[in-house]
Protein backbone atom coordinates (compact mmCIF):
# COMPACT_ATOMS: atom_id res chain seq x y z
CA UNK A 1 0.00 0.00 0.00
CA UNK A 2 1.58 3.51 -0.66
CA UNK A 3 0.50 6.20 0.96
CA UNK A 4 -2.08 7.23 -1.62
CA UNK A 5 -3.44 4.14 -0.95
CA UNK A 6 -3.05 4.65 2.53
CA UNK A 7 -5.04 8.28 2.23
CA UNK A 8 -7.79 6.15 0.43
CA UNK A 9 -7.91 3.19 2.85
CA UNK A 10 -8.34 6.26 6.23
CA UNK A 11 -10.54 7.83 4.35
CA UNK A 12 -13.06 4.58 4.21
CA UNK A 13 -12.20 4.06 7.43
CA UNK A 14 -12.85 7.21 8.64
CA UNK A 15 -16.47 7.10 6.90
CA UNK A 16 -17.29 3.37 7.55
CA UNK A 17 -15.40 2.61 10.74
CA UNK A 18 -17.91 3.15 13.35
CA UNK A 19 -20.73 1.21 11.66
CA UNK A 20 -18.16 -1.40 10.74
CA UNK A 21 -17.28 -1.57 14.39
CA UNK A 22 -21.14 -1.53 14.91
CA UNK A 23 -21.82 -4.42 12.53
CA UNK A 24 -19.10 -6.64 14.26
CA UNK A 25 -20.21 -6.25 17.71
CA UNK A 26 -23.86 -7.09 16.44
CA UNK A 27 -22.41 -10.25 14.52
CA UNK A 28 -20.43 -11.51 17.67
CA UNK A 29 -22.90 -10.45 19.87
CA UNK A 30 -20.22 -9.20 22.26
CA UNK A 31 -18.63 -5.52 22.39
CA UNK A 32 -14.99 -7.43 23.47
CA UNK A 33 -15.18 -9.67 20.39
CA UNK A 34 -16.54 -7.50 18.10
CA UNK A 35 -13.45 -4.81 18.76
CA UNK A 36 -11.01 -8.07 17.71
CA UNK A 37 -12.76 -8.78 15.01
CA UNK A 38 -13.09 -4.86 13.67
CA UNK A 39 -9.44 -4.64 13.78
CA UNK A 40 -8.51 -7.70 12.88
CA UNK A 41 -10.87 -7.08 9.40
CA UNK A 42 -8.71 -3.48 9.16
CA UNK A 43 -5.95 -5.60 9.22
CA UNK A 44 -7.00 -7.68 6.04
CA UNK A 45 -8.29 -5.04 4.21
CA UNK A 46 -5.43 -2.90 4.29
CA UNK A 47 -3.58 -6.10 3.27
CA UNK A 48 -5.66 -6.25 0.16
CA UNK A 49 -6.53 -3.08 -0.42
CA UNK A 50 -5.10 -2.16 -3.92
CA UNK A 51 -6.89 -5.36 -5.04
CA UNK A 52 -10.46 -4.76 -3.53
CA UNK A 53 -13.16 -3.14 -4.91
CA UNK A 54 -16.68 -3.29 -3.09
CA UNK A 55 -14.23 -2.86 0.79
CA UNK A 56 -17.72 -2.89 2.43
CA UNK A 57 -18.61 -5.66 0.67
CA UNK A 58 -15.01 -7.33 1.54
CA UNK A 59 -15.19 -6.25 5.38
CA UNK A 60 -18.33 -8.14 5.58
CA UNK A 61 -17.64 -11.68 4.19
CA UNK A 62 -14.11 -11.11 6.37
CA UNK A 63 -16.31 -10.47 9.25
CA UNK A 64 -18.00 -13.87 8.94
CA UNK A 65 -15.36 -15.78 8.14
CA UNK A 66 -13.96 -14.53 11.47
CA UNK A 67 -17.14 -14.85 13.84
CA UNK A 68 -17.82 -18.52 11.57
CA UNK A 69 -13.69 -19.29 12.52
CA UNK A 70 -14.52 -18.11 16.27
CA UNK A 71 -17.70 -19.87 16.49
CA UNK A 72 -16.00 -23.36 15.57
CA UNK A 73 -13.16 -22.62 17.76
CA UNK A 74 -15.19 -21.94 20.66
CA UNK A 75 -16.90 -25.52 19.78
CA UNK A 76 -13.75 -27.02 20.69
CA UNK A 77 -12.80 -25.20 24.20
CA UNK A 78 -14.29 -26.35 27.12
CA UNK A 79 -17.78 -25.05 28.16
CA UNK A 80 -16.88 -21.72 30.94
CA UNK A 81 -19.08 -20.41 33.30
CA UNK A 82 -19.42 -16.70 32.39
CA UNK A 83 -20.06 -13.61 34.39
CA UNK A 84 -22.17 -10.86 33.20
CA UNK A 85 -22.88 -8.35 34.80
CA UNK A 86 -26.35 -7.35 36.72
CA UNK A 87 -28.64 -5.92 34.84
CA UNK A 88 -31.72 -4.31 36.27
CA UNK A 89 -34.14 -7.23 36.35
CA UNK A 90 -36.98 -5.13 36.35
CA UNK A 91 -39.78 -4.47 33.29
CA UNK A 92 -37.89 -3.20 30.15
CA UNK A 93 -40.70 -1.13 29.19
CA UNK A 94 -40.71 0.56 32.29
CA UNK A 95 -37.20 1.62 31.87
CA UNK A 96 -35.32 4.15 30.48
CA UNK A 97 -34.16 2.03 27.26
CA UNK A 98 -33.20 4.93 24.93
CA UNK A 99 -29.79 4.40 26.56
CA UNK A 100 -27.60 2.68 24.58
CA UNK A 101 -25.30 1.16 27.37
CA UNK A 102 -28.19 -0.12 28.57
CA UNK A 103 -29.69 -1.03 25.67
CA UNK A 104 -26.82 -3.25 24.36
CA UNK A 105 -26.55 -5.60 27.37
CA UNK A 106 -30.09 -6.86 26.62
CA UNK A 107 -29.90 -6.71 22.70
CA UNK A 108 -26.43 -8.67 22.49
CA UNK A 109 -27.73 -11.62 25.12
CA UNK A 110 -30.67 -11.87 23.39
CA UNK A 111 -28.89 -11.98 19.69
CA UNK A 112 -26.86 -14.56 21.76
CA UNK A 113 -29.77 -17.05 22.08
CA UNK A 114 -29.96 -17.13 18.02
CA UNK A 115 -27.80 -19.47 16.10
CA UNK A 116 -24.55 -17.71 13.97
CA UNK A 117 -26.95 -18.38 10.74
CA UNK A 118 -29.35 -16.73 12.14
CA UNK A 119 -27.89 -13.69 14.00
CA UNK A 120 -25.89 -13.17 11.01
CA UNK A 121 -28.85 -13.22 8.80
CA UNK A 122 -30.75 -10.92 10.76
CA UNK A 123 -27.92 -8.05 11.43
CA UNK A 124 -27.27 -8.02 7.77
CA UNK A 125 -30.54 -7.56 6.35
CA UNK A 126 -32.21 -5.47 9.27
CA UNK A 127 -28.92 -3.83 10.91
CA UNK A 128 -26.82 -3.28 7.68
CA UNK A 129 -29.91 -3.35 5.64
CA UNK A 130 -28.57 -5.96 2.84
CA UNK A 131 -31.35 -7.54 0.82
CA UNK A 132 -32.17 -11.35 0.85
CA UNK A 133 -30.13 -11.70 -2.28
CA UNK A 134 -26.97 -10.32 -1.39
CA UNK A 135 -26.92 -12.04 2.26
CA UNK A 136 -28.43 -15.43 0.28
CA UNK A 137 -24.64 -14.68 -1.94
CA UNK A 138 -22.58 -14.16 1.21
CA UNK A 139 -23.71 -17.16 3.19
CA UNK A 140 -23.96 -19.67 -0.21
CA UNK A 141 -27.26 -20.59 0.55
CA UNK A 142 -30.59 -19.54 -0.89
CA UNK A 143 -32.85 -16.70 -0.47
CA UNK A 144 -35.61 -19.32 0.40
CA UNK A 145 -33.21 -20.22 3.25
CA UNK A 146 -32.34 -16.34 4.46
CA UNK A 147 -36.30 -15.71 4.34
CA UNK A 148 -37.50 -18.66 6.54
CA UNK A 149 -34.26 -18.34 8.74
CA UNK A 150 -35.10 -14.46 9.26
CA UNK A 151 -38.75 -15.26 9.94
CA UNK A 152 -37.50 -18.09 12.34
CA UNK A 153 -35.01 -15.58 14.47
CA UNK A 154 -38.00 -13.21 14.95
CA UNK A 155 -40.54 -15.46 16.36
CA UNK A 156 -37.25 -16.54 18.59
CA UNK A 157 -36.24 -13.01 19.50
CA UNK A 158 -39.71 -12.15 20.59
CA UNK A 159 -39.92 -14.96 22.94
CA UNK A 160 -36.77 -13.68 24.59
CA UNK A 161 -38.86 -11.67 27.69
CA UNK A 162 -36.29 -8.93 27.52
CA UNK A 163 -36.78 -8.12 23.83
CA UNK A 164 -40.73 -8.88 23.76
CA UNK A 165 -40.79 -5.79 26.77
CA UNK A 166 -38.48 -3.71 24.25
CA UNK A 167 -40.80 -4.64 21.64
CA UNK A 168 -43.82 -4.26 22.94
CA UNK A 169 -42.75 -0.77 24.37
CA UNK A 170 -41.38 0.34 20.95
CA UNK A 171 -44.49 -0.73 19.76
CA UNK A 172 -46.41 1.73 22.57
CA UNK A 173 -44.34 4.61 21.46
CA UNK A 174 -45.39 4.09 17.77
CA UNK A 175 -48.43 4.33 18.65
CA UNK A 176 -48.55 7.31 20.55
CA UNK A 177 -46.73 8.84 18.12
CA UNK A 178 -49.27 7.79 15.16
CA UNK A 179 -52.13 8.99 17.74
CA UNK A 180 -50.30 12.35 18.42
CA UNK A 181 -49.92 13.42 15.19
CA UNK A 182 -52.68 11.84 13.48
CA UNK B 1 -46.64 -8.03 11.77
CA UNK B 2 -43.33 -8.82 10.25
CA UNK B 3 -42.72 -5.34 8.84
CA UNK B 4 -43.14 -3.73 12.30
CA UNK B 5 -40.72 -6.52 14.46
CA UNK B 6 -38.42 -5.71 11.90
CA UNK B 7 -38.62 -2.13 11.86
CA UNK B 8 -38.33 -2.32 15.37
CA UNK B 9 -35.70 -4.93 15.52
CA UNK B 10 -33.63 -2.45 13.52
CA UNK B 11 -33.76 0.55 15.25
CA UNK B 12 -32.81 -1.52 18.79
CA UNK B 13 -29.98 -2.36 17.25
CA UNK B 14 -29.06 1.08 16.02
CA UNK B 15 -29.98 2.48 19.44
CA UNK B 16 -27.72 -0.07 21.06
CA UNK B 17 -24.80 0.68 19.59
CA UNK B 18 -24.77 4.39 18.41
CA UNK B 19 -22.21 5.12 21.25
CA UNK B 20 -19.95 2.83 19.50
CA UNK B 21 -17.03 4.79 17.80
CA UNK B 22 -13.96 3.46 16.00
CA UNK B 23 -10.49 3.77 17.91
CA UNK B 24 -8.91 5.99 15.23
CA UNK B 25 -5.50 3.77 16.21
CA UNK B 26 -6.89 0.89 14.67
CA UNK B 27 -6.41 2.49 11.28
CA UNK B 28 -2.94 3.74 12.11
CA UNK B 29 -2.24 0.29 13.64
CA UNK B 30 -3.27 -1.11 10.38
CA UNK B 31 -0.98 0.51 8.00
CA UNK B 32 2.01 0.67 9.38
CA UNK B 33 1.46 -3.50 10.21
CA UNK B 34 0.88 -3.75 5.99
CA UNK B 35 4.14 -1.46 5.55
CA UNK B 36 6.24 -3.66 7.78
CA UNK B 37 4.51 -6.86 6.79
CA UNK B 38 5.18 -5.67 2.67
CA UNK B 39 8.78 -5.17 3.66
CA UNK B 40 9.58 -8.12 5.95
CA UNK B 41 7.67 -10.23 2.76
CA UNK B 42 10.12 -8.34 0.46
CA UNK B 43 13.14 -8.68 2.62
CA UNK B 44 12.93 -12.33 2.65
CA UNK B 45 13.10 -12.62 -1.05
CA UNK B 46 15.96 -10.86 -1.42
CA UNK B 47 17.93 -11.69 1.79
CA UNK B 48 21.10 -13.62 -0.31
CA UNK B 49 21.41 -10.58 -2.44
CA UNK B 50 21.23 -8.05 -0.13
CA UNK B 51 24.06 -9.81 2.32
CA UNK B 52 26.44 -10.44 -0.83
CA UNK B 53 25.71 -6.40 -1.91
CA UNK B 54 28.21 -4.87 1.23
CA UNK B 55 26.21 -1.58 0.18
CA UNK B 56 28.31 1.34 1.31
CA UNK B 57 26.81 4.26 0.83
CA UNK B 58 27.45 6.09 3.70
CA UNK B 59 28.79 10.06 3.81
CA UNK B 60 28.42 10.10 7.11
CA UNK B 61 29.99 7.64 9.53
CA UNK B 62 29.13 7.61 13.42
CA UNK B 63 30.74 5.71 16.62
CA UNK B 64 28.21 3.20 16.54
CA UNK B 65 25.19 3.91 18.92
CA UNK B 66 26.77 6.48 20.86
CA UNK B 67 25.76 9.55 18.51
CA UNK B 68 27.51 11.81 19.95
CA UNK B 69 31.08 11.98 18.81
CA UNK B 70 30.58 11.74 15.00
CA UNK B 71 33.47 11.04 13.09
CA UNK B 72 34.10 11.50 8.97
CA UNK B 73 34.22 8.11 7.06
CA UNK B 74 34.60 7.60 3.54
CA UNK B 75 32.36 5.19 0.97
CA UNK B 76 33.01 1.21 2.17
CA UNK B 77 34.54 3.20 5.94
CA UNK B 78 31.73 1.77 8.11
CA UNK B 79 34.01 -1.49 8.76
CA UNK B 80 37.37 -0.08 9.52
CA UNK B 81 38.38 0.11 12.61
CA UNK B 82 38.87 3.93 13.95
CA UNK B 83 42.38 4.96 14.31
CA UNK B 84 41.72 7.96 16.71
CA UNK B 85 41.90 10.27 13.94
CA UNK B 86 41.28 13.80 15.18
CA UNK B 87 37.16 14.77 14.66
CA UNK B 88 36.72 16.73 11.27
CA UNK B 89 33.30 17.21 10.05
CA UNK B 90 32.40 16.68 6.55
CA UNK B 91 30.46 18.90 4.12
CA UNK B 92 26.98 17.08 4.93
CA UNK B 93 28.14 17.36 8.47
CA UNK B 94 28.52 21.12 8.60
CA UNK B 95 25.34 21.43 6.66
CA UNK B 96 23.48 19.70 9.37
CA UNK B 97 24.90 21.62 12.11
CA UNK B 98 24.02 25.18 9.64
CA UNK B 99 20.22 23.66 9.75
CA UNK B 100 20.60 22.73 13.58
CA UNK B 101 21.44 26.73 14.05
CA UNK B 102 19.20 28.43 12.10
CA UNK B 103 16.05 25.72 13.69
CA UNK B 104 17.67 26.94 17.22
CA UNK B 105 17.24 30.75 16.34
CA UNK B 106 13.77 30.19 14.62
CA UNK B 107 11.17 30.68 17.36
CA UNK B 108 8.05 28.73 17.51
CA UNK B 109 4.84 30.50 16.22
CA UNK B 110 1.92 30.72 19.27
CA UNK B 111 -1.42 29.50 18.22
CA UNK B 112 -3.11 26.61 19.25
CA UNK B 113 -3.95 25.15 15.88
CA UNK B 114 -0.99 24.56 13.54
CA UNK B 115 -2.58 24.90 9.86
CA UNK B 116 -1.02 22.88 7.00
CA UNK B 117 -1.53 23.60 3.40
CA UNK B 118 -0.27 20.04 1.59
CA UNK B 119 -0.33 18.55 -1.12
CA UNK B 120 0.50 14.92 -1.55
CA UNK B 121 1.43 12.91 -4.68
CA UNK B 122 2.13 9.56 -5.63
CA UNK B 123 4.03 8.31 -8.40
CA UNK B 124 3.27 4.25 -8.76
CA UNK B 125 5.43 2.07 -11.03
CA UNK B 126 3.18 -1.11 -10.41
CA UNK B 127 0.61 -1.90 -13.38
CA UNK B 128 1.36 0.95 -15.27
CA UNK B 129 3.10 3.78 -13.95
CA UNK B 130 1.43 7.38 -13.50
CA UNK B 131 2.00 10.27 -11.51
CA UNK B 132 -0.91 11.26 -9.80
CA UNK B 133 -1.89 14.24 -7.24
CA UNK B 134 -4.16 12.99 -4.53
CA UNK B 135 -5.53 16.36 -3.86
CA UNK B 136 -4.83 19.25 -1.80
CA UNK B 137 -5.88 19.13 1.55
CA UNK B 138 -5.18 21.37 4.50
CA UNK B 139 -4.79 19.86 8.24
CA UNK B 140 -5.59 21.67 11.36
CA UNK B 141 -3.69 19.84 14.00
CA UNK B 142 -4.62 20.70 18.03
CA UNK B 143 -1.17 20.94 19.24
CA UNK B 144 -2.86 21.17 23.01
CA UNK B 145 -4.76 17.68 22.54
CA UNK B 146 -3.33 15.99 19.44
CA UNK B 147 -6.52 15.96 17.48
CA UNK B 148 -7.45 17.75 14.39
CA UNK B 149 -9.27 17.63 11.32
CA UNK B 150 -8.31 17.53 7.63
CA UNK B 151 -9.83 19.24 4.96
CA UNK B 152 -9.08 17.77 1.25
CA UNK B 153 -9.96 18.87 -1.99
CA UNK B 154 -12.17 16.13 -3.37
CA UNK B 155 -13.36 17.81 -6.32
CA UNK B 156 -9.51 17.53 -7.73
CA UNK B 157 -9.28 14.34 -10.65
CA UNK B 158 -7.24 11.94 -9.14
CA UNK B 159 -8.56 12.14 -5.61
CA UNK B 160 -9.26 8.75 -3.94
CA UNK B 161 -7.65 5.13 -4.07
CA UNK B 162 -6.39 5.97 -7.69
CA UNK B 163 -7.73 2.73 -9.29
CA UNK B 164 -11.21 5.02 -10.62
CA UNK B 165 -12.79 1.90 -10.88
CA UNK B 166 -16.41 1.30 -9.77
CA UNK B 167 -16.93 0.95 -5.88
CA UNK B 168 -13.48 2.91 -5.40
CA UNK B 169 -14.92 5.01 -2.31
CA UNK B 170 -14.40 8.91 -2.29
CA UNK B 171 -12.65 10.52 0.48
CA UNK B 172 -14.78 12.27 2.76
CA UNK B 173 -14.12 16.12 2.36
CA UNK B 174 -13.42 16.45 5.98
CA UNK B 175 -11.55 13.58 8.14
CA UNK B 176 -11.20 14.26 11.79
CA UNK B 177 -8.90 12.48 14.05
CA UNK B 178 -9.51 12.24 17.93
CA UNK B 179 -6.80 13.67 20.32
CA UNK B 180 -3.76 11.87 20.71
CA UNK B 181 -3.55 11.55 16.83
CA UNK B 182 -1.07 13.83 16.50
CA UNK B 183 1.97 14.19 19.42
CA UNK B 184 0.98 17.00 21.77
CA UNK B 185 3.15 20.49 22.24
CA UNK B 186 3.91 18.79 25.59
CA UNK B 187 4.66 15.35 24.86
CA UNK B 188 7.22 16.98 22.25
CA UNK B 189 8.96 19.33 24.16
CA UNK B 190 8.93 16.32 27.02
CA UNK B 191 11.66 14.79 24.88
CA UNK B 192 15.28 15.23 25.17
CA UNK B 193 16.91 18.20 23.68
CA UNK B 194 20.55 16.32 24.38
CA UNK B 195 21.57 14.53 20.87
CA UNK B 196 22.89 11.91 22.31
CA UNK B 197 19.69 11.16 24.89
CA UNK B 198 17.32 12.09 21.72
CA UNK B 199 19.10 9.08 19.73
CA UNK B 200 18.59 7.24 22.82
CA UNK B 201 14.61 7.81 23.37
CA UNK B 202 14.51 7.67 19.18
CA UNK B 203 16.25 4.39 19.04
CA UNK B 204 14.00 2.75 21.56
CA UNK B 205 11.10 4.04 20.20
CA UNK B 206 11.97 2.08 16.94
CA UNK B 207 12.28 -0.79 18.47
CA UNK B 208 9.58 -1.01 20.29
CA UNK B 209 7.23 -0.32 17.49
CA UNK B 210 9.52 -3.03 15.59
CA UNK B 211 8.84 -5.71 18.16
CA UNK B 212 4.96 -5.16 18.02
CA UNK B 213 4.78 -5.39 14.20
CA UNK B 214 7.53 -8.44 14.10
CA UNK B 215 4.98 -10.06 16.73
CA UNK B 216 2.02 -9.46 14.85
CA UNK B 217 3.36 -10.75 11.70
CA UNK B 218 4.67 -13.62 13.82
CA UNK B 219 1.03 -14.54 14.96
CA UNK B 220 -0.10 -14.01 11.21
CA UNK B 221 2.45 -15.96 9.88
CA UNK B 222 2.04 -18.74 12.25
CA UNK B 223 0.69 -21.30 9.45
CA UNK B 224 3.94 -21.11 7.76
CA UNK B 225 6.22 -21.99 11.27
CA UNK B 226 7.89 -24.49 9.58
CA UNK B 227 8.81 -23.02 6.53
CA UNK B 228 10.59 -19.89 8.24
CA UNK B 229 11.84 -22.02 10.89
CA UNK B 230 15.61 -21.13 9.24
CA UNK B 231 14.86 -17.91 7.96
CA UNK B 232 16.38 -15.04 9.70
CA UNK B 233 14.86 -11.92 7.74
CA UNK B 234 18.00 -9.04 8.61
CA UNK B 235 17.40 -6.18 11.27
CA UNK B 236 17.70 -2.86 10.31
CA UNK B 237 20.82 -1.06 11.83
CA UNK B 238 20.20 1.11 14.42
CA UNK B 239 21.17 4.11 12.27
CA UNK B 240 18.42 2.24 10.23
CA UNK B 241 15.51 2.67 12.47
CA UNK B 242 17.43 6.20 14.18
CA UNK B 243 16.91 7.73 10.70
CA UNK B 244 12.96 6.67 10.08
CA UNK B 245 12.36 7.98 13.08
CA UNK B 246 14.04 11.40 13.21
CA UNK B 247 12.70 11.59 9.82
CA UNK B 248 9.19 11.01 11.12
CA UNK B 249 9.62 13.71 13.97
CA UNK B 250 11.21 16.27 11.62
CA UNK B 251 8.00 16.20 9.65
CA UNK B 252 5.97 17.08 12.54
CA UNK B 253 5.41 21.00 12.48
CA UNK B 254 5.35 22.11 15.99
CA UNK B 255 8.53 20.64 17.34
CA UNK B 256 10.25 23.60 19.82
CA UNK B 257 13.55 25.29 18.30
CA UNK B 258 15.73 22.84 20.85
CA UNK B 259 14.37 19.83 19.70
CA UNK B 260 14.19 20.06 15.68
CA UNK B 261 17.90 21.25 16.51
CA UNK B 262 18.75 18.34 18.41
CA UNK B 263 17.57 15.95 15.65
CA UNK B 264 19.74 17.79 12.98
CA UNK B 265 22.56 16.92 15.52
CA UNK B 266 21.29 12.78 15.60
CA UNK B 267 21.32 13.26 11.75
CA UNK B 268 24.83 14.50 11.34
CA UNK B 269 25.70 11.47 13.53
CA UNK B 270 23.96 9.03 11.93
CA UNK B 271 25.57 6.96 9.24
CA UNK B 272 24.55 6.93 5.54
CA UNK B 273 22.80 9.96 6.10
CA UNK B 274 23.20 11.98 2.77
CA UNK B 275 22.88 16.08 2.61
CA UNK B 276 22.11 17.48 -0.65
CA UNK B 277 22.85 21.49 -0.26
CA UNK B 278 21.36 23.72 -3.36
CA UNK B 279 18.44 21.35 -4.01
CA UNK B 280 14.96 22.63 -4.23
CA UNK B 281 11.01 21.49 -3.12
CA UNK B 282 8.53 20.19 -5.62
CA UNK B 283 7.56 23.59 -6.11
CA UNK B 284 11.11 25.41 -6.28
CA UNK B 285 11.44 27.10 -3.39
CA UNK B 286 15.46 26.71 -2.39
CA UNK B 287 15.86 23.78 0.45
CA UNK B 288 18.26 21.43 1.62
CA UNK B 289 18.11 17.59 0.85
CA UNK B 290 18.30 15.18 3.30
CA UNK B 291 18.39 11.24 2.32
CA UNK B 292 19.04 7.78 3.61
CA UNK B 293 18.33 4.43 2.15
CA UNK B 294 17.46 2.17 4.13
CA UNK B 295 20.68 -0.88 4.76
CA UNK B 296 17.77 -3.57 4.70
CA UNK B 297 14.60 -2.75 3.11
CA UNK B 298 16.25 -0.62 0.36
CA UNK B 299 13.74 2.44 0.86
CA UNK B 300 15.22 5.99 0.90
CA UNK B 301 13.54 8.47 2.84
CA UNK B 302 14.01 12.15 2.06
CA UNK B 303 13.09 15.46 3.58
CA UNK B 304 13.81 18.67 2.46
CA UNK B 305 14.51 21.52 4.48
CA UNK B 306 13.86 24.87 4.81
CA UNK B 307 17.96 26.60 4.71
CA UNK B 308 16.67 29.93 6.58
CA UNK B 309 14.28 28.20 8.88
CA UNK B 310 15.45 24.92 9.62
CA UNK B 311 11.38 24.08 8.73
CA UNK B 312 10.64 20.98 6.77
CA UNK B 313 9.12 21.56 3.57
CA UNK B 314 8.65 18.76 1.89
CA UNK B 315 8.89 14.64 2.39
CA UNK B 316 9.98 11.35 0.25
CA UNK B 317 9.36 8.28 0.51
CA UNK B 318 10.85 6.07 -2.36
CA UNK B 319 10.23 2.02 -2.56
CA UNK B 320 11.42 0.22 -6.01
CA UNK B 321 9.85 2.74 -7.87
CA UNK B 322 7.31 3.95 -6.15
CA UNK B 323 7.28 7.48 -4.68
CA UNK B 324 4.91 9.13 -2.48
CA UNK B 325 5.49 13.08 -1.84
CA UNK B 326 4.08 15.25 0.93
CA UNK B 327 4.53 18.86 0.49
CA UNK B 328 3.52 21.50 2.91
CA UNK B 329 3.00 24.94 0.81
CA UNK B 330 2.46 26.83 4.04
CA UNK B 331 2.43 26.39 7.88
CA UNK B 332 0.54 28.81 9.78
CA UNK B 333 -0.65 29.04 13.51
CA UNK B 334 -4.08 30.47 14.53
CA UNK B 335 -6.07 30.30 18.03
CA UNK B 336 -9.60 29.69 15.97
CA UNK B 337 -10.38 26.85 13.71
CA UNK B 338 -10.25 27.91 10.38
CA UNK B 339 -13.28 27.25 8.03
CA UNK B 340 -12.80 24.59 4.89
CA UNK B 341 -10.95 26.57 2.51
CA UNK B 342 -12.23 24.54 -0.39
CA UNK B 343 -16.45 24.93 0.21
CA UNK B 344 -18.27 28.03 -1.34
Given at each position: M????????????????????????????????????????????????????????????????????????????????????????????????????????????????????????????YFDDRSENEVAGLLGVSTGTVKSTASRAMAQLREQPQISGLFARAETEATTRRVRYA | MPEIDEDILRQLMVRSTDDLFAPSAAVAGAIKRQRRHRMRTRVIGVAGTAAAAGLAVGTLASTSGSGAHPAPAGPGASGSTSKAAPIQLTAAQRSLFGLSAAAAKTPRPSGRYVVLTERTWAIGSGSGVDVSEIGPKTSVIDTITGGGLTYQDITVSGSGSGSGSAGTPTPPAVLTAAPGNSPTVAQLDAMPTDPAKLRAVLLAQAKYQLAQANQMSAAKNKKFEKQLKNVTPPQPTDDDLVYEQAADLLWEPDLSPALRSAVYKVLAATQGVIVKTGAADSSGRPAIEISRRDTVYKTVVETFEDPVTGATRESAWINHGETDEDLYKSITYTNTIPANPYQG
Open positions: DRKQERAFEGFVAESGDSLLRLATLLTSDQGLGEDVYQETLHRLAARWSRIENPRAFCRQVMHNIVIDQARLKRRQVPQIQLVDAHDGGDPRTADSTSAVELRPLLLDALRTLTLQQRTIVVLR | -
